[in-house]
């Protein structure tokens, strides 16, 4: 017996992964970008890995276009490969440079083992699924970083400007840009998981939660690297 259409959104996702999106949103390594007392290593180490992934993150916009089925999918697909591309490595690189790590430095990074396991997660389930498992599986990166930046924005203990060395790196995530391309994959999100089976959902949300169990491993990695951690 086919199960029957359950009227779902990205909701819906958060509320059946709840305790992995609060320990992803409020990881030890998030508070302390809040409070401006991460460990510098910590963070260049986390800097060193992120564009390690966004290279993968790359391929995996180029596997959306492969991936799509209309002429506005196949677009949205290439014009964020294209943003990340043309665009965010190289901002990665100028803000990495702020932080001593150049770009040859990157260019010779051997890949953490998290790296691997996320990356490959995400375009495994990409390849295994359509485009909305691919989607789902982005999702954590997409949509988290800005639910992470709102999280540290209303903290009592955060601390905001020229006192705290992660400032760039807060306004950055927390900025209208980034916040209005968030919600537009949200919205995305909303309108294909809208009458999804019941089995479809528990497949999709599966993916979700170890996508974010994923992302938590990815700022512990940066902790772990740290000897003040």
């Given at each position: 017996m086919t199960a029957s259409p359950a009227p779902t959104s990205f909701a819906t996702l958060l509320t059946r992964c709840a305790p992995e999106w609060a320990a992803y949103c409020q990881h030890e390594f998030v508070r302390g970008l809040?409070?401006?007392?991460?460990?510098?290593?910590?963070?260049?180490?986390?800097?060193?890995?992120?564009?390690?992934?966004?290279?993968?993150?790359?391929?995996?916009?180029?596997?959306?276009?492969y991936k799509s089925?209309?002429?506005?999918?196949?677009?949205?697909?290439?014009?964020?490969?294209?943003?990340?591309?043309?665009?965010?490595?190289?901002?990665h690189v100028d803000y990495c440079a702020q932080w001593g790590i150049t770009e040859a430095e990157l260019d010779?990074?051997?890949?953490?083992?998290?790296?691997?396991?996320?990356t490959r997660y995400v375009l495994d389930a990409g390849h295994r699924g359509d485009l909305l498992d691919l989607h789902v599986a982005l999702a954590p990166c997409l949509v988290g970083y800005a639910d992470i930046a709102r999280?540290?924005?209303?903290?009592?203990?955060?601390?905001r400007g020229p006192a705290n060395p992660y400032e760039a790196w807060i306004a950055m995530y927390i900025s209208e840009e980034f916040q209005a391309a968030a919600q537009a994959e949200r919205n995305w999100l909303d309108a294909r998981l809208a009458g999804q089976t019941a089995d479809r959902l528990d497949g999709l949300a599966a993916t979700f939660r170890d996508a974010t169990r994923l992302e938590i491993d990815f700022w512990q990695m940066g902790l772990d690297a740290s000897p003040a951690a």
């Amino acid at each position: 017996m086919t199960a029957s259409p359950a009227p779902t959104s990205f909701a819906t996702l958060l509320t059946r992964c709840a305790p992995e999106w609060a320990a992803y949103c409020q990881h030890e390594f998030v508070r302390g970008l809040a409070a401006g007392t991460l460990p510098a290593e910590a963070f260049r180490h986390y800097l060193r890995q992120d564009y390690l992934f966004l290279v993968h993150f790359a391929r995996a916009w180029g596997l959306a276009v492969y991936k799509s089925r209309s002429i506005v999918e196949l677009r949205q697909g290439l014009d964020s490969l294209k943003a990340i591309v043309d665009l965010e490595m190289g901002l990665h690189v100028d803000y990495c440079a702020q932080w001593g790590i150049t770009e040859a430095e990157l260019d010779a990074l051997p890949e953490a083992r998290e790296t691997m396991a996320y990356t490959r997660y995400v375009l495994d389930a990409g390849h295994r699924g359509d485009l909305l498992d691919l989607h789902v599986a982005l999702a954590p990166c997409l949509v988290g970083y800005a639910d992470i930046a709102r999280w540290i924005e209303a903290q009592p203990f955060t601390v905001r400007g020229p006192a705290n060395p992660y400032e760039a790196w807060i306004a950055m995530y927390i900025s209208e840009e980034f916040q209005a391309a968030a919600q537009a994959e949200r919205n995305w999100l909303d309108a294909r998981l809208a009458g999804q089976t019941a089995d479809r959902l528990d497949g999709l949300a599966a993916t979700f939660r170890d996508a974010t169990r994923l992302e938590i491993d990815f700022w512990q990695m940066g902790l772990d690297a740290s000897p003040a951690a």
